[in-house]
C-alpha cells in the first residue's frame, strides 16, 4: 500500500471540504477542482496552495539573505584592528557557519523552487514585512535540534505528560497532531502506540521537511546557533539531526493551515495541540470548536504545553481555569490537568534555558458544536481582476508611506536635519520648529533599526 493510500481518504479540500485525489505530483479537489502539489514529498493543503508557495519562497529568499548579511558583517569585523585573536577565530568560525547553514538550508529547501531567483531584498521586506517577521522560517528553529539532536531527555519527559493524559481513555488509533513543528512528539508518539496513522500538520515547510525526512531515517546536517553560547567553540555548531530509527508506517507529515485544517470532519480520534493553543491568532473558543469538527464523537483532544498568549488583546489572555470552563460549550468534557514542571530548550551549548509548569490533559468531545465560519475575505482580495477600493486606510497608509518616502529621499549625503525640516515647511507637512525633533526622532529610529539584526 502506497503512503498516499492510507493518507487520501483522511484528507478533505481544506476550501470546500470535498474529497480529494493524491497521486505521487499532486492532489486535487474532486469537488472545486483546486490543485494542491506534492513537493519533495510534501503535500501543499492550503485554501490557496500558490499563495501559500509563494509566501514561503519569499520568507526563504528573506532567510538567505539575512545570512548573507549576517556572514558578511561578521566578514566586516575581520577587517578591524586590533581585534584580539580569539575575536577573530570566533568571526571567522561564524562566518563559515552562517554561509555553510546557509547552502544546507537551500539545499533542504531546493524543491521549493527558489534556485536561480533574483527577487531584491527591499520587495520581499516591503511587501511581506509583517509576514516573516511573525513566522519566518526559522520560528521555532531551535526546536529541530532539541527534537533530533540533543533534546532526549526534554522528549522522553513530553512523551510521559501526553501518554499521562491518554492512558485513562486507551490508545487512539488515528492521531492528527497540529501545529507539530519538527515532529518529534508525533514520532514518539507513534513509535510508543499501536497507532494505524499519525498526521503531523504545520505550516512551515523547513520543520515540516525536517520532520519528514528525519524521521523516515535519513540523518541532516544543520547548524545550531545558541541563544547564549556556552564557549567560542559554540556559536555555530553543525549538528547531525537524526531519529532513534526510522518510524513505522502511518506517521505522515502535511503542509496546511491548522485554521482551515485539510480533513474530513470526525476523522481523528485525537487531536494533539502541543505548544500551539496560546500562538494562534484565532480566539480559543473559536479554536476549540475547530478542532471539535476534526474529532470522530467521544474522541479526544489533547492539550499540551504553556499558556503564555501573545499578541491579543486582555480577554483573549486566557487563565488554565477559564480554558476549563470555557470546554464544555466547545463540545469538550476535559479531565483533571497535570502541571508538571519541564526542561525546555535546553540546549547543552547555550547557557539559556527555561522550566516551564507544561500542562497537560485530555477533553472527551461530548457534542458537536457550530463550526466557526470562515474568515471572509473581500471580492477585490479573492479575485484578482477586480479594482481595489481606495479605502480611507489604504488613503491614510500611502499618505504616510509617501512622507516616509520623502523623508528618505532628502537624505543625499549633504542635507542636514535643519535642512530638512526647512523643506517639510516649504511641502507645508510640518512646521520647521516641529520637524526638526520629529525627523531627528525619526532618523533615530531608523539607525537603531538598522544596527539591530533581524532575524528571519
Ligand atoms: C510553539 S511551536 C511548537 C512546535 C511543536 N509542537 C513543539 O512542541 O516543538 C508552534 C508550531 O505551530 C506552527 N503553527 C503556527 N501557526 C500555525 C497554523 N496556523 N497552522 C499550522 N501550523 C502552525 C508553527 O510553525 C510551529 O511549528
Redesign the pocket.
Known amino acids: 500500500m502506497s503512503r498516499y493510500d492510507l493518507l487520501a481518504p483522511l484528507l478533505a479540500c481544506p476550501a470546500c471540504g470535498g474529497p480529494l485525489d493524491v497521486v505521487g505530483a499532486g492532489a486535487a479537489c474532486r469537488g472545486c477542482g483546486l490543485q494542491f502539489p506534492v513537493i519533495g514529498g510534501l503535500a501543499w493543503l492550503f485554501v490557496e496552495p500558490q499563495a501559500a508557495l509563494a509566501d514561503w519562497r519569499g520568507r526563504l529568499r528573506l532567510l538567505e539573505q539575512h545570512l548573507e548579511r549576517e556572514a558578511a558583517l561578521h566578514r566586516a569585523g575581520l577587517s578591524l584592528a586590533g581585534l584580539h585573536p580569539l575575536t577573530r577565530l570566533r568571526l571567522e568560525a561564524q562566518a563559515g557557519a552562517l554561509e555553510a547553514h546557509s547552502r544546507l538550508v537551500q539545499a533542504l529547501l531546493e524543491p521549493l523552487g527558489l534556485t536561480g531567483r533574483e527577487e531584491r531584498h527591499e520587495v520581499h521586506l516591503a511587501l511581506g514585512t509583517r509576514l516573516p517577521l511573525s513566522?519566518g522560517l526559522t520560528?521555532?528553529y531551535a526546536?529541530l535540534h532539541?527534537?533530533w539532536a540533543w533534546g532526549d531527555q526534554e522528549n522522553a519527559a513530553?512523551l510521559a505528560e501526553v501518554l499521562a493524559v491518554l492512558a485513562p481513555g486507551g490508545a487512539p488509533s488515528r492521531l492528527l497532531?497540529?501545529?507539530?513543528?519538527?515532529g518529534?512528539?508525533a514520532y514518539d508518539l507513534h513509535q510508543s502506540l499501536p497507532l494505524e496513522v499519525t498526521l503531523a500538520?504545520?505550516?512551515?515547510p523547513l520543520?515540516a521537511t525536517v520532520g519528514q525526512r528525519v524521521s523516515a531515517g535519513e540523518k541532516l546536517d544543520l547548524f545550531e546557533f545558541p541563544i547564549a553560547p556556552r564557549s567560542l567553540a559554540e556559536h555555530g555548531l553543525r549538528r547531525t539531526l537524526a531519529a532513534p530509527a526510522p518510524s513505522r508506517p502511518g506517521l505522515e507529515f502535511v503542509l496546511?493551515?491548522?485554521?482551515a485544517a485539510p480533513f474530513a470532519d470526525g476523522t481523528f480520534d485525537a487531536v494533539l495541540t502541543?505548544?500551539?493553543v496560546d500562538?494562534?491568532p484565532d480566539d480559543l473558543p473559536a479554536l476549540m470548536a475547530r478542532i471539535n469538527r476534526l474529532i470522530a464523537p467521544g474522541g479526544r483532544w489533547v492539550f499540551f504545553?504553556s499558556l503564555a498568549w501573545a499578541d491579543r488583546p486582555p480577554e483573549r489572555c486566557y487563565s488554565l481555569e477559564e480554558l476549563l470552563a470555557l470546554a464544555p460549550a466547545a463540545g469538550f468534557e476535559a479531565g483533571p490537568p497535570r502541571e508538571t514542571p519541564l526542561p525546555y530548550m535546553r540546549s547543552p551549548a547555550s547557557r539559556h534555558a527555561r522550566i516551564e509548569a507544561v500542562v497537560s490533559f485530555a477533553a472527551r468531545k461530548v457534542a458537536e458544536v457550530e463550526r466557526p465560519a470562515p474568515p471572509v475575505r473581500p471580492d477585490w482580495l479573492e479575485r484578482t481582476d477586480l479594482p481595489v477600493p481606495a479605502l480611507p486606510a489604504f488613503r491614510e497608509q500611502s499618505l504616510s508611506t509617501r512622507v516616509y518616502a520623502f523623508i528618505m529621499a532628502m537624505i543625499d549625503g549633504k542635507r542636514s536635519i535643519r535642512d530638512m525640516a526647512r523643506l517639510m515647511e516649504e511641502q507645508r507637512l510640518m512646521t520647521s520648529a516641529d520637524a526638526e525633533p520629529a525627523i531627528q526622532g525619526f532618523l533615530a529610529r531608523m539607525h537603531e533599526d538598522a544596527q539591530r539584526r533581524a532575524n528571519f
Open positions: 513566522q520560528n521555532y526546536n532539541r527534537d513530553s497532531v497540529l501545529g507539530a513543528g519538527g518529534r512528539l500538520l504545520d505550516f512551515n520543520l496546511g493551515d491548522a485554521l502541543p505548544w500551539f500562538i494562534v504545553g
